[in-house]
């Protein structure tokens, strides 16, 4: 196992850069996840870290080691790819043991390996068999039991469950989180999933347009995000935006565009009449008698939870309930926001306020 550190680095293809300036720090053992929508950089720094793309300027670190120039067969890193990348002629054994023939590994050394391997992801009965004869999830199990009989001291993981359905999605993450508290070995796992990232992280790193927005725990982000990106990418749904200005007159509040107020615990010194965002979470709204009048557009309930897309003044908004109701469209209900989780972003630049 080893640490990584990402300074400064940047790339570019030609005049564009894409990279502009990361810095990450991850430490021995954690288990760190990439996340952001398509086109951030994510999977670019990956392969950076991996070797598999030249590095503009900056420097990786593995260990103590700098790796700027070190090819990636001897960076001692293994990868698991979003298209498993399995050889089609060769069984599951061979297939996990590859990279140790390669090396020269005696025979019985891999069959260890391997046997190793395969007991920890439940493979041992399909050893015998050709990539044509397994499911998808089977294959990714493969194509991760190859990167453990490797011993690297970085596991990285590029979009690794997005080509399977929702339910081995599921299923595979659990398998991914006890092999990580299982072997302790540093991770970096890509994904356009927020809600991987949550449930798979130590510590998210979201990106947007080549560049870091915010790196921290998965609550971290959830409940303090830095800006208007990270608190609308982490969560699902979203969080939901208003447009308006904070008002001190008696009781402070926030007014909306359309003239709807909403209480506030708490505003920066001197900002009544600053223009803002007021962002609150979809479960963070109740049914109650002083709420504000909002008109019900859609009902989706999923099960476990009723999810409202209603309109408050001119706004939409998403609210989320445990309990349930038999709303229809055009029920005019009344929604409250809980103040004390009400979130509030500079409208200019969309960086969060805090009370002072």
């Not at 001692?76 to 002629?89: E, R, T």
């Not at 194509?143 to 299923?171: H, T, W």
């Not at 927020?194 to 947007?208: C, N, P, S």
Request: overall charge positive; hydrophobic content about 40%; aromatic content about 6%.
């Amino acid at each position: 196992m080893a640490s990584v550190a990402i300074r400064d680095v940047r790339k570019a293809f030609g005049a564009t850069e894409v990279i502009h300036g990361v810095d990450v720090n991850i430490g021995d053992g954690e288990f760190v996840v990439l996340v952001g929508p398509s086109g951030c950089g994510k999977s670019t720094l990956l392969r950076m870290i991996a070797g598999l793309e030249n590095i503009t300027s900056g420097e990786i670190r593995i260990g103590e080691r700098v790796v700027n120039r070190v090819p990636p067969k001897a960076r001692d890193i293994a990868m698991v790819f979003q298209n498993y990348a399995l050889y089609p002629h060769m069984t599951v054994a061979a297939n996990m043991g590859f990279s140790l023939m390669l090396r020269g590994a005696p025979k019985k050394e891999i069959e260890q390996r391997v046997n190793g391997a395969a007991d920890i992801l439940g493979l041992r009965p399909l050893l015998g068999r050709y990539p044509r004869q397994l499911s998808g999830g089977q294959r990714q199990r493969v194509a991760m039991g190859r990167a453990i009989v490797r011993d690297p001291q970085v596991f990285l993981f590029d979009e690794p469950l997005s080509n399977l359905d929702a339910k081995l999605r599921v299923a595979m993450r659990t398998e991914i989180k006890e092999l990580h508290q299982r072997l302790k070995t540093t991770t970096i796992y890509v994904t356009h999933d927020q809600i991987e990232a949550m449930t798979l992280a130590d510590r998210i790193v979201v990106m947007h347009d080549g560049l870091v927005e915010q790196i921290g725990a998965p609550l971290e982000l959830y409940d303090r995000p830095r800006n208007l990106f990270v608190a609308g990418f982490i969560g699902s749904p979203a969080m939901n935006f208003l447009k308006g200005t904070i008002r001190r007159n008696g009781a402070l509040q926030f007014e909306a565009a359309s003239g709807v107020r909403l209480p506030l615990v708490a505003a920066p010194t001197g900002s009544d009449g600053r223009p803002v965002i007021y962002g609150i979470r979809p479960e963070h709204f109740v049914i109650a008698e002083d709420g504000g009048e909002a008109e019900v557009l859609v009902v989706e309930p999923t099960g476990s939870e009723l999810q409202v897309v209603a309109k408050i003044g001119h706004e939409d908004i998403i609210a989320v309930f445990r309990e349930r109701h038999d709303f229809k469209p055009g029920d005019k209900i009344r929604l409250k926001p809980d103040p004390r989780l009400a979130h509030l972003f500079d409208a200019p630049t969309g960086q969060r306020l805090t009370a002072s």
